[in-house]
């Protein structure tokens, strides 16, 4: 069996695969190495939801969603083509002219294909859509019309919840949760919108936009898979020790070694650092005593 290679350079940031393990590989079974990445995964999915439940900063990202105002594409041109992914073309290359956006939904006035669909990739002549997508395909010959929405727009893959209310770039006030369905449908055009609502893997806006803007704010991030020994560890170097000891255990603990042992070991370690971050720091001691006050 090849053993891997520990030999990346560390960071003072981020602690990588290989440094992570370089220090343990000799408490590890040789057998087991090959084991490190799927056990790492589960350790990381573990601390991260524990971490999520306790609305830790270790798991916070910024919040970055552009929406654009609504436009709308007519053309005989238009075709729809399956595959994975569907795409949408257009022999006549007006998409880039019309102002459609990547990281948007459109709908049509095709009944064959009425979207909604997300939009990945816009070129002139191609639209890519998500791999989820499907199409039927229709050939170019009749008018079609692609409307891009301005209510909704896609979150990252990575997106678990809202840290806080978003708030528009540029503006001093946040977003309010929506109110309901009611005042949602009271707003029947477009302008600047007052409230926001997640539904499942989007961010909806209400009203809908009237101009193109950014959505701004903290949420809860999913830490990415590792995969590679150069692959960076997260949790700011916070819990390296605590990876190491869950690997030692977990590859070399046998069958005492429990998949709750194990789940309760790194739920303790990580509520023990999630506790003192968020201590304050030492009172300080006055500069100097005024005697001229006593």
Partial sequence: MTIPDFSISKSNQWSSVASLIEEIQDRIPEDKIENIFPVLNRAIRTISKRLFMMRSDLIVGDLNVPFYAQVTYTATTIAFVTGTPPTITDSASGFVTADLQAG???????????????????????????????????????????????????????????????????????????????????????????????????????????????????????????????????????????????????????????????????????????ANRSQKAATDMPDGINWSTL
């Fill in 104 to 274: 948007t939904y459109i709908t049509t006035n095709s009944t064959t294909n009425p979207g909604p669909f997300r939009v990945t990739a816009v070129a002139a002549g191609i639209l890519t859509l998500a791999r989820t997508d499907s199409v039927t395909t229709e050939a170019a010959g009749i008018s079609k019309t692609i409307t891009m929405k301005a209510d909704r727009a896609p979150l990252s893959d990575d997106f678990w919840g809202l840290v806080d209310k978003p708030y528009i770039s540029g503006k001093t006030w946040t977003l309010d949760p929506s109110p309901g369905i009611a005042t949602e449908i009271s707003y029947t055009s477009a302008g600047e919108p007052h409230y926001f609502r997640v539904k499942g893997t989007d961010l909806w806006l209400i009203p809908a936009t009237g101009s193109d803007i950014t959505i701004l704010g903290d949420y809860f991030k999913k830490p990415a898979e590792v995969t590679q020994m150069e692959d960076a560890v997260p949790f700011a170097q916070l819990l390296d020790d605590v990876f190491q000891e869950y690997l030692i255990m977990a590859l070399g603990g046998g069958a005492a070694m429990t998949s709750e042992t194990l789940k309760s070991y790194l739920e303790g370690q990580v509520d023990i650092i999630v």
